[in-house]
C-alpha cells in the first residue's frame, strides 16, 4: 500500500476540502490567495480536487511519496524534491489535500491494530 503526492497546475496553489454531510466545500486558492469556493455533491470532492492536480506526472516524480513499512516500522516518507516548504499544500492520488508538514508527521505511524489505516487509503 502507498500513497503519492503531487503538485496543483500552476496558478493553484493550494485547495481546502471539507466533507460535509450535504455535501462538499473546495476553496480554492490561486497564488496563494482565495479565489472561490465549489459547493459540490456529497462525496464527490475529492475526485473533483484530483481535477486541479498535474496529471503528466508518474510516481518517479512525485515530491512525496509514502508506503507502508510493516507494523514495526510504520509510514515510510520518501521525499523526491529536496527543500519543500512544511506550507506545501500536495495532492494525494486520493484527492486529499495535505500540507508536506502534514505528510512528513505520518512517518513511522501505526494504527493500535497495527494496519496501515487511512494514509494509504484503507479504511478498514
Not at 4 to 11: I, K, L, V
Not at 14 to 32: K, V
Not at 40 to 69: E, Y
Request: glycine residues 12%; proline residues 5%.
Amino acid at each position: 500500500m502507498s500513497t503519492s503526492y503531487y503538485y496543483f497546475n500552476s496558478p493553484i496553489t493550494s485547495i481546502r476540502l471539507e466533507e460535509g454531510p450535504a455535501h462538499d466545500l473546495i476553496t480554492i486558492f490561486e497564488n496563494h490567495a482565495n479565489c472561490g469556493t465549489l459547493t459540490v455533491s456529497k462525496g464527490t470532492g475529492r475526485t473533483i480536487c484530483l481535477m486541479f492536480a498535474l496529471n503528466d506526472v508518474d510516481d518517479f516524480q512525485c515530491p512525496i511519496h509514502t508506503h507502508w513499512g510493516g507494523s514495526k516500522v510504520g509510514a515510510v516518507i520518501t521525499e523526491n524534491v529536496n527543500g519543500l516548504p512544511d506550507d506545501l499544500i500536495l495532492i494525494s492520488e486520493y484527492g486529499e489535500p495535505m500540507s508536506v508538514k502534514q505528510i512528513r508527521a505520518l512517518a513511522g505511524h501505526v494504527r493500535k491494530d497495527g494496519m496501515p489505516g487511512e494514509l494509504f487509503g484503507y479504511n478498514g
